[in-house]
């Protein structure tokens, strides 16, 4: 027979404690409730069961027990949790373990009194426990009498809805103190904000009483003072009056003013919104002109294959001479031509995947161009995107040489601390002393010499790929700045400012 499990999805980083809940035995099904956090009296655990038994009239009880590894890592845990199965003496005596932060938890049942142990298939099943208790559901339907299936799923369904509402009481909070028993359910986040409603639920009533005694304290005096100086007090109120109606003109004068302004404002925004709209497919469209005039698409997806092999010709040659002695530099050999092979296998590719695409160009700048009508900003961004995947081999050169550059200047911040008799104290994120045996400091020394000798090789190559970097970086920022100054110019103002200056006044 399939054993149904509910658990709450809220206790699932709950510590290692004992699971209650309420057993079905009519559905085989176990509703857990909250979880008991070690340590506890099992005496005090039975009496408290016992009082929320008598108010909720729940049959509540321990069904199991729960094991978090991230919590607790003892050896001797998990005999410790089969012999609270004594203890409490419930039939199936339910086991929960979640293995740290992993996704995968066992469920197993353990029957010390069965003289047949037969293995259930357990199904583990999440609910939001406080959706379901604040959930108004009708009570479970009687089975006995209904003859639809439906129906009779519908039972068991409520009757599980029907097991957490009634439990309110294991979840009220509002005390100061957790007690001797402490427990885990979809309230236990919230005790600090609890408390505080406590407090303030108690500090109410002092603060109402004050602040009534204030008012009426206030009011007395007024009224004394208003009984005593009533003509002052009424000129006063006609001059007020007066000054108040003079301030209240002027307040109105000053809002109409400031509305006119924002709405010259706005209606000048929208209209230089507009007016570079227009610009801006009018240029989009001169240019799908030209573009497709004369089959300058096809002369320009002729002429991209030669520039291509041209560029990465150019970067043979560059590495090439970096393999050599550059600049009269002495480089590590051994180093220097690994790198080299390295990045020419990745040109290499590079080329093939070019030759590879050149059918296929003329057809993609084809219906690139015809995206120059949504506007010209639009095709000088899908210029700025083709740029980007046509030197997609420097980007990775440049990844490549940042990465192992950074590499060896982490090492060699390592070993230089370790020379100081220092270490990077990864908790604290401080660095402490340290006393080093003679075997790590030898070690130490044998790598920061190696580090040391191969880092001009790598700086080198780092700075040749950064410069080949910040070139297409370059490129496509003026780009990307040629549309900004598009979308942002203030056409509008600027073509007013010329013709009839007087509205801008």
């Known amino acids: 027979m399939v054993l149904k499990v509910f658990f709450p999805s809220c206790c699932s980083s709950a510590e290692s404690g004992i699971l209650i809940g309420r057993w079905i035995s009519e559905q085989n099904s176990a509703v857990i409730l909250a979880v008991?956090?070690?340590?506890?009296?099992?005496?005090?655990?039975?009496?408290?069961?016992?009082?929320?038994?008598?108010?909720?009239?729940?049959?509540?009880?321990?069904?199991?027990?729960?094991?978090?590894?991230?919590?607790?890592?003892?050896?001797n845990l998990t005999e410790f949790l089969e012999d609270l199965g004594t203890i409490f003496s419930h039939e199936p005596w339910i086991q929960i373990s979640k293995e740290g932060d992993s996704k995968f938890w066992s469920c197993s049942t353990l029957q010390k009194h069965s003289n047949d142990p037969k293995e259930e298939e357990i199904i583990l099943i999440y609910y939001d426990q406080r959706k379901v208790m604040l959930s108004h559901l009708h009570p479970p339907l009687d089975t006995?009498?209904?003859?639809?299936?439906?129906?009779?799923?519908?039972?068991?369904?409520?009757?599980i809805f029907d097991t957490v509402a009634k439990s309110k009481i294991l979840f009220m909070t509002d005390r100061y103190d957790d007690g001797p028993i402490k427990l885990t359910h979809w309230q236990s986040d919230g005790v600090e904000a609890s408390i505080i409603v406590e407090l303030m639920k108690q500090a109410s009533v002092p603060a109402c009483m004050l602040l009534t005694f204030l008012l009426s304290l206030i009011s007395g005096?007024?009224?004394?003072?208003?009984?005593?100086?009533?003509?002052?007090?009424?000129?006063?109120?006609?001059?007020?009056?007066?000054?108040?109606?003079?301030?209240?003109?002027?307040?109105?004068?000053?809002?109409?003013?400031?509305?006119?302004?924002?709405?010259?404002?706005?209606?000048?925004?929208?209209?230089?919104?507009?007016?570079?709209?227009?610009?801006?497919?009018?240029?989009?469209?001169l240019l799908m002109s030209w573009l497709y005039r004369?089959?300058?698409?096809?002369?320009?997806?002729?002429?991209?294959?030669?520039?291509?092999?041209?560029?990465?010709?150019?970067?043979?040659?560059?590495?090439?001479?970096?393999?050599?002695?550059?600049?009269?530099?002495?480089?590590?050999?051994?180093?220097?031509q690994v790198l080299g092979r390295f990045f020419l296998y990745h040109i290499h590719l590079w080329i093939s995947y070019i030759h590879l695409m050149s059918p296929f160009i003329e057809m993609i700048l084809w219906y690139v161009g015809l995206s120059a009508c949504l506007g010209l900003t639009v095709a000088l961004c899908i210029l700025s995107d083709i740029i980007a995947l046509l030197t997609f081999h420097i980007y990775c050169f440049y990844v490549y040489g940042a990465r192992l550059y950074c590499l060896k200047i982490y090492g060699l911040s390592s070993?230089?601390?370790?020379?100081?008799?220092?270490?990077?104290?990864?908790?604290?994120?401080?660095v402490d002393s340290c006393s080093y045996d003679l075997d790590q400091l030898f070690i130490g020394t044998l790598l920061f010499t190696i580090l040391l000798f191969?880092?001009?090789?790598?700086?080198?190559?780092?700075?040749?790929f950064t410069l080949l970097r910040l070139l297409v970086v370059i490129v496509q920022g003026l780009i990307h700045l040629l549309v900004d100054l598009i979308d942002s110019l203030p056409l509008y103002s600027i073509i007013l400012r010329l013709c009839r200056s007087y509205r801008l006044a």
């Open 36 to 75: 008991v956090h070690f340590p506890f009296i099992p005496v005090q655990v039975k009496q408290y069961l016992s009082e929320v038994q008598r108010v909720s009239k729940v049959s509540v009880s321990v069904l199991g027990s729960w094991s978090n590894s991230k919590q607790e890592k003892e050896e």
């Open 144 to 159: 006995s009498t209904s003859a639809d299936p439906k129906a009779e799923d519908a039972s068991k369904l409520s009757a």
């Open 221 to 285: 005096v007024c009224r004394s003072r208003v009984l005593k100086f009533w003509p002052l007090s009424f000129l006063w109120s006609k001059l007020s009056t007066c000054e108040q109606l003079g301030h209240r003109l002027q307040h109105l004068q000053v809002i109409s003013s400031n509305r006119k302004a924002q709405n010259q404002t706005q209606l000048m925004r929208k209209a230089n919104i507009f007016v570079s709209l227009l610009i801006d497919v009018a240029l989009g469209i």
């Open 294 to 336: 004369k089959n300058r698409i096809g002369h320009l997806a002729d002429t991209l294959i030669p520039v291509a092999d041209h560029v990465a010709e150019e970067l043979q040659d560059l590495l090439q001479w970096l393999m050599g002695a550059p600049a009269g530099l002495k480089m590590n050999r051994a180093l220097d």
């Open 415 to 430: 070993l230089w601390r370790l020379f100081r008799g220092k270490k990077w104290n990864v908790l604290r994120q401080r």
């Open 454 to 464: 191969l880092l001009p090789t790598t700086a080198l190559y780092y700075l040749v």
